[in-house]
C-alpha cells in the first residue's frame, strides 16, 4: 500500500458499492450531521483548512474555487462532479464511481449545502459502461433512502441530482466544455472571465469539481481539517488515486499518499516493468504532461512540488509506464493523433495547429520528415501555449515538447533515416 | 471612471469596457476577426491580443475587462510576434483564392496579412480542403475553405435576426459553417448581413457574384424605400473614371450592389434583406417620354397641357406619392395645396409573404416617406381618399394607384417613373425621376430627417417631380 | 420518437426549470437508443418537443462521435487506439479485426453484422487493450479472446 488511505479503505466485494453496504460502513452518517448540526459557512471552513487540492489535473485548492460563490445572492447556485475522464491513461475516477459511487454522493450533498446548491449535477463520458450503471443505481437507492428530494431529513435542505451522459467529446473533460455540454450544446469552451463560479451553468455561479476531489469531502468533515492534513506533506495535503498503466506488472487503480517515493511505487507496489522489460520513461499525469525518465523518476516523490521540481506535473493521476525499446516518435504520432480528432476547432490555434502538428508527424512516420521539421513541432507547440481558449493547446505543447526534449535524437534519426530507431514499435522490448 | 495605460498613454476609459471597446474608442487600433460591436464576445481568432507590461505572455484584449491602472502595450515584440503566429495558423488552410474572390479589396484578412505577417507560408503541409461554393441559401454562397470559423455569421442569426438559421457542424478543423437542414436562412430577411460581416470572402452574394471589383464602384449615401424605417445604405455604382466603354450605357448608370450605411439613430450597421434588392426596384423599365392620351409630346407641352388642365378645373384632388422627398413634397404642397383636397397615397403595400413588422428593423408602412407628407399636408391627408361627385380632375403621383376607384368622368394628370398601361390612358402624363437620380430627403417614422445623394443623371426627357409642381403654382397656371 | 415523450417528461422532471435545452444529449441518446441512429423526423419532432433550435441538434449530432445519423452494423466495435492500448498490441489487433471482417475502420461488414471502429481513450487503460461491442467494455484483450468473441457474436447474429 502506499502510504496511508483515506478512499479505498475497504475491500472491494460484490456488493461493496450498495447502499446497504456503504451505511454499514458509516456511510450518510456525516452528512445526518452536518445538515442537523452545521451551518454551510461551517463546511467551507473545514474544507478550506484542510487544503484539500483539486484532484483533476489543475491542483487548484477546492476551498478557494468554492469561495468565489456568494452564499444568500438570491440566484441559483449549481455543483457539478466532472466524471468526463477523458485525459488519455486516467481511469482512477472509475474506481470511484464503480465502486464508492454513494462516497461522491454523500459528499456532495455536503457540498450542496454548503454552496446553497439545489440541483447537483455529475457529468460521466458517455463511453463509461459499468460505472455509469452503478453510479446511476446508487442515485436510486439515494432517492429512495430519502437522501436527496425535498427537505432531506426534515430540514430546510433540499437537494436533487442528475446524472448527465456525454456523448464522446475530450473537451467536455475541460469545466466550462463541460457546463457547454450540459446546456445541450457542443461542448466548447469559454473564455475566461466570467469564472464559472461567478457566471457557469447557464450564467448562473457553478462548482465543477474532480469526481475525486468531490470523494474526499465526506472524511475531511468527517474528521476534520486537522486529520486530513496529517496525511500527505505539509504543501500537499492527503492521497491522490492513481491509475498506472503501459507495460507495468500490476495496472490498475492505486492511492498514493502524497510524498510517497517514486521508486517504491514503480518497483514495489506496483510490482516493476512487466517480465524482462526496463523502464524507459513515464508519462506522470495523463499524456498533457511533460514525461519523464527513468532517472528523473528514481529520485521523486509523489507530490506536486517535487514533478514540478523535475519540469513536470502529477497532472490528473494518469501514469503511464514506458519501457525501453518503445518508439517516443511513433507514440508521439498516437498522442498528436489524439488531440487532432479531439480540438472542439473554436480557436485558431489549436484548430489549425492541432492538425498542423498531426500532419508533420506522420510525414516524418512516412519517411518523408526534413531536419527543420522538429523545429516545427516545437515552434507550433510554443505558439498555442497560453493562446488558447482552454488548455488544450498548453496540453499538446507538453506533450509535444516533453518528448521533444528527452528524446529528440530519436526524432532526428527518423528524419535522416526514413525509418524508426526501435522499429517502430510501441510495445517495448523484451530484455532476456 | 477608469484610467488605464495604452503603449504608455493614459486613457480615460468607461467602466464596464473591455481594453478592446476602450482602445478603439480613443484612437488606438487593435485586429480583430471575430469581434463585432454589436454581437457577443466569442474570442476565437486570438487576433486582439496585447501585452500586459510586466507579463510575459499575451492575452486576448476583447474579453478582458479594464482595471484602474492597467497598463497595456498594443503592439509590442511580443504582440507582433503573436499576431504574426495567429495570422500564420489563420492562412494555414485558407486558399489563395484572391484573384477569384469577390471580397478582394475588402477583405480584413488580406489587409491584416499585409500588415501583421506579410511571410509566404511557412507550412509544407498541402492545405486541408473543404466545401466551395455552397449554396447556404438562394442568396448566399458559402466557400467553407476560405472560412476562418468566426462564427459571426452564426451568432448574427443568433442574437440580431434570431432566425438560429446557421451553425457550425463537425469539429476542429473539419468544421463547417451550414444552415439548418430545412434551410432557414432563406426565410430570414437580414440574412444577407453575414456577407457584410464575414471578415473574409467565405460569405458571398448570389446576385453580386463576380459583378465587379470593388475599387471600381463607388459607394452614395442614400435611404432605402423599403420601408418607413428609412434605413441609411450605401448605393454601390462604377466611378465615373472606371466607366466601361461598353455599348450598353446601362452598364454605367446601375446599381451593382446595395450595403448597409452604419447609422446608430436609424439603423445601425444592419438592413433587410429587401434593401439589397433595389436594382430591382429603380432599374424596372422607365417611362421616358411625357404623353397626352398616349401620344408622346414634348415635356413642355405636357406641362402646359397640364397647367391648363389644372386651371379649367372646378374640383381637383391630389394622391401624393408616399416615395415624395421633403423637398417634392413641399413644392407641391405650396402649389396646389389650401387649394385642392389632397390625399397620401402608400405607393407600395406589402408583397405575399413578405415580413409585415418586427422589433428589429421592418415596419408595416413600405413606403419611404409617409411621415414627410404626413408633416406637409396633415393627419387628416392620411385618410382614404374621397372624392365629392364633382370631381373633375385627378393628379395622381407615383405607383400604387388603382385608376378603376378613380371617378369616371375626370380627366388625369399621372406623375409616373415606369413604364405601366395607365400611363397611356392619363390626359396627361409626365416622366419623372425617381430616387437615385436627385437628392433629397425622408423623414422616417420616428421622426428622423435622412438625407440621399444622386448617383446618376436623369433622361432629359425627364423631369424632377419639384419642378413640375413649381410650374403648378397658382400664378403659374394663372399665367398660361 | 413520439412514443418516447412520456419517459422524455419523466426525465425533464429531474431536471430545474428552464432546462429544456439540457434535455437535448439524453433525447438524442434515447432516441438513438430506440431506433440505432436518428433519423431525420426524429429531429423535427424532438424541435417541437423541446422548443430549442433545430440547428442546435443537427450540431450536437455532427460534434459528438457517439450520436449518429445512419444506421450501423448490429454489433459496433469500437477498439482502442490511443497509447496505453497501443502499448499492450492495439494496433496488431486492429489490424487482425480488419483481416479477419474483411473491412477497414469506419466500415460495416456487407452482412451488416458487424461495424468496426477505431476510438480514442474510453478510460480503460489498466485493462488494455479495450474493445468496445455496442456498450459494453471488453477488457484485457487478445487475439484469442478477439477471435472467441467474434464466434459468440456471430452465434447471437
Known amino acids: ?210 469526481v475525486e476531489t468531490l470523494a474526499n469531502i465526506t472524511r475531511i468533515i468527517a474528521e476534520g481539517a486537522d486529520a486530513y492534513r496529517k496525511v500527505g506533506t505539509a504543501k500537499c495535503p492527503g492521497t491522490q488515486l492513481v491509475s498506472i498503466s503501459g507495460h507495468i506488472a500490476k ?162 534519426y527518423w528524419v535522416a533515416n526514413k525509418r524508426s530507431k526501435l522499429a517502430g514499435n510501441l510495445e517495448g522490448t523484451v530484455h532476456a | 471612471m477608469p484610467e488605464i495605460f495604452i503603449n504608455g498613454q493614459p486613457v480615460q476609459a468607461e467602466a464596464g469596457q473591455t481594453v478592446m471597446q476602450a482602445a478603439l474608442a480613443n484612437g488606438f487600433y487593435i485586429p480583430y476577426f471575430c469581434w463585432h460591436p454589436e454581437l457577443s464576445i466569442a474570442g476565437n481568432c486570438r487576433i486582439c491580443t ?96 476560405r472560412c476562418i470559423l468566426c462564427s459571426r455569421c452564426v451568432r448574427f442569426t443568433r442574437e440580431i435576426s434570431k432566425s438560429n438559421a446557421l451553425g457550425i457542424k463537425n469539429r476542429g478543423d473539419v468544421s463547417l459553417v451550414r444552415a439548418a437542414d430545412d434551410s432557414p436562412l432563406d426565410a430570414d430577411p437580414y440574412s444577407d448581413n453575414v456577407i457584410d460581416i464575414c471578415p473574409v470572402g467565405a460569405l458571398l452574394s448570389k446576385p453580386f457574384l463576380h459583378k465587379a471589383r470593388v475599387w471600381y464602384l463607388k459607394p452614395t449615401p442614400s435611404i432605402c424605400p423599403g420601408c418607413e424605417r428609412g434605413c ?54 422607365r417611362a421616358d417620354r411625357a404623353m397626352q392620351k398616349g401620344k408622346p409630346v414634348e415635356l413642355a407641352s405636357a406641362l402646359l397641357a397640364a397647367r391648363n388642365l389644372i386651371g379649367e378645373a372646378k374640383r381637383v384632388v391630389i394622391l401624393v406619392s408616399s416615395w415624395g422627398s421633403n423637398e417634392e413634397l413641399a413644392a407641391c404642397r405650396d402649389a396646389l395645396n389650401g387649394r385642392f383636397a389632397t390625399f397620401i397615397k402608400r405607393d407600395h403595400a406589402p408583397l405575399p409573404g413578405e415580413r409585415i413588422e418586427d422589433d428589429l428593423l421592418i415596419r408595416p408602412d413600405k413606403n419611404p416617406n409617409t411621415a414627410g407628407a404626413r408633416a406637409l399636408f396633415g393627419e387628416a391627408s392620411l385618410r382614404e381618399p374621397a372624392f365629392e361627385p364633382d370631381t373633375d380632375l385627378v393628379l395622381v403621383w407615383g405607383e400604387g394607384c388603382n385608376f378603376a376607384t378613380l371617378p369616371a368622368g375626370a380627366k388625369i394628370i399621372f406623375l409616373n417613373s415606369y413604364l405601366q398601361p395607365e400611363n397611356g390612358h392619363a390626359d396627361v402624363f409626365i416622366p419623372v425621376s425617381v430616387q437615385t437620380e436627385r437628392a433629397g430627403t425622408y423623414t422616417n417614422f420616428a421622426g428622423v430627417v435622412s438625407a440621399f445623394e444622386p448617383c446618376f443623371p436623369k433622361q432629359p426627357t425627364v423631369a424632377n417631380a419639384q419642378d413640375v409642381f413649381a410650374a403648378f403654382t397658382q400664378d403659374a397656371v394663372a399665367r398660361s | 420518437m413520439k412514443h418516447l415523450i412520456p419517459e422524455f417528461e419523466k426525465l425533464k422532471a429531474r431536471f430545474p426549470a428552464g432546462f429544456e435545452s439540457s434535455l437535448v444529449l439524453p433525447c438524442v441518446r434515447r432516441i438513438q437508443e430506440d431506433r440505432g441512429y436518428v433519423a431525420d423526423d426524429d429531429i423535427a419532432g424532438l424541435v417541437e418537443y423541446l422548443g430549442v433550435p433545430r440547428i442546435q441538434i443537427e450540431e450536437v ?84 479472446k478477439l477471435d472467441a468473441l467474434l464466434e459468440e457474436l456471430k452465434g447471437q447474429g
Not at chain 1, 68 to 78: A, I, K, T
Not at chain 1, 351 to 370: K, P, S, T
Not at chain 1, 394 to 408: F, Q, V
Open chain 2, 232 to 285: 441609411s445604405v450605401n448605393i454601390w455604382h462604377r466611378k465615373a473614371e472606371w466607366h466601361l466603354r461598353a455599348l450598353d450605357p446601362a452598364q454605367n448608370t446601375s446599381i451593382a450592389r446595395v450595403t448597409p450605411l452604419e447609422n446608430p439613430a436609424v439603423n445601425g450597421p444592419w438592413i433587410c434583406n429587401k434593401g439589397r434588392d433595389l436594382a430591382q426596384v429603380f432599374e424596372r423599365p
Open chain 3, 61 to 144: 449530432l455532427s460534434y459528438y462521435t457517439q450520436f449518429r445519423r445512419k444506421p450501423i452494423g448490429r454489433f459496433h466495435l469500437q477498439a482502442c487506439r490511443n497509447v496505453t492500448c497501443s502499448m499492450r498490441s492495439a494496433e496488431r489487433l486492429i489490424d487482425h479485426l480488419s483481416q479477419k471482417l474483411g473491412v477497414a475502420p469506419g466500415q460495416t461488414t456487407p452482412d451488416g453484422v458487424f461495424t468496426l471502429s477505431t476510438a480514442e481513450c474510453l478510460g480503460s487503460c489498466g485493462t488494455a487493450p479495450v474493445v468496445m461491442v455496442n456498450d459494453t467494455y471488453h477488457e484485457n484483450m487478445s487475439i484469442e
Open chain 2, 50 to 145: 496585447v501585452q500586459v507590461e510586466g507579463r510575459s505572455w499575451v492575452e486576448i484584449s476583447c474579453n478582458m475587462p479594464v482595471t484602474e491602472g492597467l497598463h497595456v502595450l498594443t503592439d509590442s515584440d511580443l504582440v507582433r510576434e503573436h499576431r504574426k503566429a495567429t495570422m500564420q495558423f489563420i492562412t494555414l488552410n485558407h486558399p489563395v483564392d484572391c484573384g477569384i474572390c469577390d471580397k478582394a479589396g475588402e477583405c480584413t484578412l488580406q489587409d491584416y496579412h499585409f500588415a501583421y505577417n506579410g511571410s509566404a507560408s511557412v507550412s509544407r503541409e498541402p492545405k486541408v480542403h473543404a466545401t466551395k461554393f455552397h449554396d447556404l441559401s438562394e442568396r448566399i454562397l458559402l466557400d467553407n475553405e
Open chain 1, 1 to 210: 500500500m502506499p502510504g496511508k488511505q483515506l478512499l479505498m479503505t475497504f475491500p472491494v466485494t460484490a456488493t461493496s458499492h450498495t447502499l446497504a453496504d456503504y451505511v454499514a460502513r458509516g456511510g450518510y452518517a456525516t452528512l445526518r450531521r452536518v445538515l442537523t448540526q452545521l451551518k454551510p459557512e461551517d463546511v467551507t471552513k473545514e474544507v478550506n483548512a484542510s487544503g484539500l487540492l483539486g484532484h483533476g489535473g489543475a491542483a487548484f485548492p477546492a476551498g478557494r474555487k468554492w469561495g468565489v460563490v456568494h452564499l444568500n445572492d438570491n440566484q441559483p447556485h449549481f455543483l457539478c462532479a466532472n466524471a468526463d475522464e477523458g485525459e488519455p491513461g486516467t481511469f482512477k475516477d472509475r474506481w470511484i464511481l464503480e465502486n464508492a459511487p454513494h462516497l461522491l454522493l454523500e459528499s456532495m450533498l455536503i457540498s450542496s449545502f454548503a454552496l446553497q446548491v439545489r440541483n447537483a449535477f455529475v457529468y460521466i463520458r458517455g463511453e463509461f459502461d459499468l460505472p455509469y450503471r452503478r453510479l446511476a443505481a446508487a442515485v436510486e437507492e439515494a432517492y429512495t433512502a430519502g437522501w436527496f428530494g425535498e427537505h432531506i431529513l426534515g430540514t430546510e435542505f433540499s437537494c436533487d441530482i442528475v446524472v448527465y451522459r456525454g456523448a464522446g467529446s475530450y473537451v467536455c473533460g475541460e469545466a466550462s466544455g463541460l457546463l457547454s455540454s450540459l446546456e445541450g450544446k457542443r461542448g466548447y469552451p469559454r473564455n475566461r472571465p466570467p469564472r464559472l463560479t461567478v457566471q457557469g451553468l447557464y450564467k448562473r455561479p457553478t462548482v465543477v469539481n474532480n
Open chain 1, 251 to 412: 495496472p490498475g487503480v492505486y492511492e498514493v499518499e502524497y510524498g510517497y517515493p517514486m521508486q517504491q511505487f514503480l518497483f514495489d507496489d506496483c510490482g516493476g516493468m512487466l517480465p524482462g522489460q526496463k523502464l524507459k520513461c513515464i508519462v506522470p499525469g495523463g499524456i498533457s504532461t511533460k514525461v519523464l525518465t527513468a532517472a528523473e523518476v528514481e529520485p521523486l516523490t509523489f507530490d506536486h512540488q517535487s514533478f514540478a521540481g523535475a519540469g513536470s506535473s502529477l497532472g490528473s493521476g494518469g501514469m503511464i509506464a514506458i519501457a525501453e525499446g518503445t518508439c517516443m516518435v511513433r507514440l508521439l504520432q498516437v498522442m498528436l493523433r489524439f488531440y487532432h480528432h479531439e480540438s472542439c476547432g473554436q480557436c485558431t490555434p489549436c484548430r489549425e495547429g492541432m492538425g498542423w502538428l498531426h500532419r508533420i508527424i506522420d510525414r516524418i512516420v512516412a519517411g518523408e520528415g526534413q531536419p527543420d521539421d522538429i523545429d516545427s513541432l516545437y515552434r507550433i507547440s510554443r505558439l498555442q501555449d497560453g493562446m488558447t481558449i482552454c488548455g488544450m493547446g498548453d496540453a499538446a505543447g507538453y506533450a509535444t515538447i516533453g518528448i521533444l526534449d528527452k528524446y529528440r535524437d530519436e526524432f532526428e
